[in-house]
């Protein structure tokens, strides 16, 4: 607003009570007011009427020189609008000298400026009518740690967001509205949160992604044992290592699957570093001999305790071995001095292949790993016990074995002995 204080001495007001009446009647926005020993007459008008004022008085040309108007740069010297007789315009002449005109200029009215940093403020510049949606994403148990580079898609509308360090992102010119988030991040199962955005609002919201199990390695190999009355038991081991963005404590099951046969059966925890296996007797397989394995895909299942379940394979069994060596020495006799050696005859392989020597200690009625000899070469027939010297005194077996270049192995029956250490 542009106001004018026009000033007169209290002493001199009934000199131009005239002009002031006049101009009351003439001007509805003309006020008086009264301060100790001075009187106030009070024009308000915004900038676009004075102007118009101004320019208008200027026009008619009155000779005397009353008010002086200001308005920027321009001076303007006018007439009294209210008084168009010639005793007026004598006294206001008479009390020209007596008259002090401010026009003061604000940008937006009379007194300081207003400021305007509210947001909710629609004269404020960060005032709008549109939303926005702020929001973190973290993993899905405690400790919630905050997750990088994680794809937030905002629908309806073609708008994609990553996450921060901090796993925080933000859409922003949101209309008044449902809004559906979508989270995905490898390794996690993705997440969807529904939304609503009211007018001029911002939404905070929080999204927690559950780690997805996953498969790192598998080994499947196959067993075949030579019994001593004479029959053959096959056996399909099964080995893999399972981990978890959550931790490894979070895979609940790893199941392995022969979609050919209809089988499905569990794997065992024997590792809290996340290792599974299991030995699969003829017997706890399907009703096929475990030859008939051969060609037929095997898949492996990991599950968590949200029951977020993983695929991997397929596996292939490698081979079933048919070879086996046979034991000649010790059986069923006493060794009392050393050293000890094992001896055996190899049947004709035609793949590559090491042999493998194992000792079993008898204790109480029950059979124990004593010691192995590994990687013997394939053409040897022979071993002698590690360090060359004799194990103590007691019953033991040992069995003789071939392993492909697959793990696949064949194992020979058992040879009983005892040591008889002087």
Not at 160 to 183: C, I, M, P, V, W
Not at 389 to 415: C, H, M, Q
Request: aromatic fraction near 10%; proline fraction near 7%; charged fraction near 20%.
């Amino acid at each position: 607003m542009l106001c004018a204080f026009i000033l007169i001495e209290k002493a001199h007001a009934l000199r131009v009570r005239k002009c002031q009446n006049k101009y009351e009647n003439s001007q509805p926005n003309f006020k008086q007011k009264n301060r100790g020993d001075q009187a106030f007459f009070v024009l308000y008008l915004n900038q676009e009427e004075a102007v118009s004022e101004i320019k208008r008085i200027q026009q008619r040309n009155r000779a005397s020189k009353i008010f002086k108007w200001r308005l920027g740069r321009m001076n303007f010297t006018t007439t009294c609008e209210a008084c168009n007789d010639r005793a007026s315009r004598f006294n206001h002449e008479i009390l020209q000298p007596r008259l002090v005109l401010i026009l003061t200029i604000l940008h937006f009215s009379c007194t300081s400026p207003v400021e305007h940093s509210n947001p909710l403020d629609p004269e404020s510049p960060a005032f709008s009518e549109l939303g926005k949606i702020t929001g973190t994403v973290t993993t899905y148990y405690q400790p919630f740690r905050p997750l990088e580079n994680v794809e937030v898609r905002i629908s309806p509308g073609p708008q994609l967001a990553l996450t921060n360090n901090r796993g925080e992102f933000e859409f922003s010119g949101l209309h008044d509205q449902d809004y559906k988030l979508h989270a995905a991040l490898p390794g996690y199962a993705s997440d969807t949160l529904l939304v609503k955005v009211p007018r001029r609002e911002a939404v905070t919201v929080t999204m927690r992604l559950n780690g997805v199990p996953q498969v790192d390695s598998v080994k499947i190999v196959t067993a075949r044992i030579a019994s001593q009355t004479d029959s053959t038991f096959f056996f399909l081991e099964v080995k893999a290592f399972a981990g978890d963005p959550d931790g490894v404590g979070d895979v609940r099951r790893l199941t392995l699957i022969a979609r050919d046969f209809a089988f499905t059966d569990s794997l065992t925890l024997v590792d809290r570093n996340g290792v599974w296996q299991r030995r699969f007797g003829q017997d706890e397989l399907p009703n096929v001999s475990l030859p008939a394995w051969l060609g037929h895909p095997l898949h492996i299942r990991a599950e968590d305790f949200l029951r977020q379940q993983t695929m991997a394979g397929p596996f292939f069994i490698s081979r079933v071995m048919q070879e086996t060596p046979e034991t000649i020495a010790p059986i069923d006799s006493a060794v009392n001095r050393s050293p000890l050696r094992f001896i055996w005859r190899n049947n004709p392989v035609a793949y590559p292949h090491t042999q493998e020597v194992e000792i079993f200690r008898i204790v109480a009625g029950f059979p124990g790993f004593y010691a192995a000899i590994r990687r013997i070469s394939a053409g040897a027939n022979n071993a002698v016990f590690p360090g060359g010297v004799l194990p103590p005194s007691g019953n033991y077996f040992w069995t003789i074995k071939i392993v492909d270049e697959f793990g696949n192995w064949s194992r020979s029956k058992e040879a009983a002995f005892r040591v008889e250490r002087p």
